[in-house]
């Protein structure tokens, strides 16, 4: 498979959940208008003699890389046939309430639309209606199918190494390793912090949220191929603009690292920037994308929001702070700095996306911290393809690298950001539908229902609390409600 035709299967992927909001949430005939635009989005941006890779990827590549997707697919929990973490309560209400509710989804406690991201779950939830019963089978190969598209780009990004993805998989999460280091030899009782300031490696981000982080994988590695590849970022915008749908804290840090994309590559050659061939490719999804920003508008819901240090007890959010945050962002900079990326030709732009992850990490948003479990996502992503790409060029070129000095401290960062995903790789190993068969009696497997409660609003509310599930609801009598939406004024 070359990487043109990875490129365009990406944006089919991406988009086709957008079609469907389009059709389902927006009035006839703007629906239709906006469905048409954003196929014509999509064939303007696939045009224009895009460069390729000399050597496609093979078979044996991909049949490696699609057991490699089904794995993570399998172990993030999708389809319930692994252990799940505690917020697929929510996951697969959505699911249940897309297949079983109208669309756009109106809640029937208060008649209250649903202003959410469902990206992730359109697709596969209109397969079930049309089948008539929820298909796990469904989200877990639409899962699947985004998790190959992933792993294809890391594996490109990578040039070639599985070691490379491998180190990709587990960058992050060093600081919380220490914290509970620390806590067990200082003889301390381990305790949930107020709120999550933490960076997790891709490999945990994959359990709690799947359907953020597929997108968000093709999406960075997509924005890395057009910048560092192509030297036209411009082209990314469409795939930026898609993923709104899939999930608003990342898409707003991708849009912000987008723009200053735009600005380093261009600021020297302005001219290069006010042309057809480039404006096309940033106004015209632009403007498709309006609908979509008013709907999110109409979201009203209240939400836990300031700065950290607001928050009490503040020597616990400076002691998680200190450990979540800041020792990962010294041992990323650290190996930047190995790798001599702080002198190469996007030195700026890694040091400006070190100052957005600071940034994000200084303000709370939501319960559990949202804005930064999800935001930083797409900024810890960016920063790990530019780690093992550099790292990939320079491995091509020692064929003993393992015994440079230069090596052993990303052998030795390899190994300490895979312990914690590693326990939840044998916790899913342990807690599956075939173990359960196998040993029904000493292994309890219990995936979370779907249709346990009529909507995930009232799931939000049983499970974890009304503040929460208010965050779902959308604002009476907003501009999406009053001219957009398919209902009946």
Request: with cysteine.
């Amino acid at each position: 498979m070359s990487r043109i035709v990875l490129r365009n299967l990406s944006l089919g992927y991406l988009l086709l959940p957008n079609l469907i909001f389009y059709l389902g949430w927006f009035r006839f005939p703007l629906a239709v208008i906006l469905a048409v635009g954003l196929i014509y989005a999509a064939y303007i941006n696939t045009q224009g003699g895009l460069k390729d890779d000399a050597k496609k990827l093979s078979g044996k590549e991909l049949l490696t890389l699609g057991i490699l997707a089904l794995f993570l697919t399998a172990y993030s929990g999708i389809g319930g046939y692994c252990f799940q973490i505690l917020d697929y309560w929510a996951h697969n209400s959505k699911y249940y309430t897309l297949f079983s509710h109208s669309w756009p989804v109106v809640f029937q406690e208060n008649g209250r639309l649903a202003c959410h991201y469902f990206g992730f779950f359109l697709a596969p939830a209109l397969l079930s209606k049309m089948l008539g019963h929820v298909s796990d089978e469904a989200l877990f190969i639409w899962a699947l199918l985004g998790f190959f598209l992933g792993m294809c780009w890391l594996y490109i990004i990578s040039l070639r190494s599985f070691f490379a993805v491998a180190l990709f998989m587990s960058l992050g999460g060093i600081g919380h390793l220490l914290k509970v280091i620390f806590i067990q030899v200082a003889g301390l009782d381990y305790q949930v912090p107020p709120f999550f300031i933490e960076l997790w490696p891709v490999l945990y981000q994959a359990q709690w949220a799947p359907n953020q982080l597929i997108p968000v994988i093709i999406v960075c590695s997509v924005l890395f191929n057009d910048l560092v590849f192509e030297k036209r970022p411009e082209r990314s915008f469409l795939f930026i603009i898609s993923i709104f749908t899939w999930g608003i804290f990342p898409s707003v840090i991708l849009v912000l690292i987008f723009s200053g994309i735009l600005a380093y590559h261009y600021l020297s050659r302005i001219k290069s920037f006010i042309s057809f061939q480039v404006l096309r490719q940033i106004i015209f999804p632009g403007i498709i994308f309006i609908p979509t920003f008013f709907f999110f508008l109409s979201g009203g819901g209240s939400v836990v929001n300031g700065f950290v240090w607001k928050f009490a007890p503040f020597k616990e959010i400076a002691y998680q702070y200190f450990f979540g945050v800041l020792v990962d962002v010294l041992i990323l900079l650290t190996i930047i700095i190995r790798l001599k990326l702080h002198k190469g030709p996007y030195a700026v732009l890694i040091c400006g996306i070190f100052v957005m992850l600071i940034a994000v990490s200084l303000f709370r948003m939501g319960r559990w911290n949202d804005w930064f479990l999800r935001g930083s996502v797409p900024l810890m992503v960016i920063l790990s393809l530019f780690v093992v790409n550099k790292f990939s060029a320079w491995i091509s070129q020692q064929p003993g690298w393992y015994k440079h000095k230069i090596s052993y401290p990303i052998i030795g960062l390899f190994i300490l950001g895979s312990v914690v995903p590693v326990m939840h790789v044998k916790r899913a190993l342990q807690e599956n539908v075939v173990t359960h068969a196998l040993f029904p009696a000493r292994i309890k497997f219990e995936p979370y229902p779907y249709n346990k409660y009529p909507d995930f609003y009232e799931m939000g509310k049983v499970v974890y609390s009304e503040e929460e599930a208010n965050q779902f609801l959308g604002v009476k009598g907003s501009v999406y409600e009053r001219f957009l939406s398919r209902l009946e004024p």
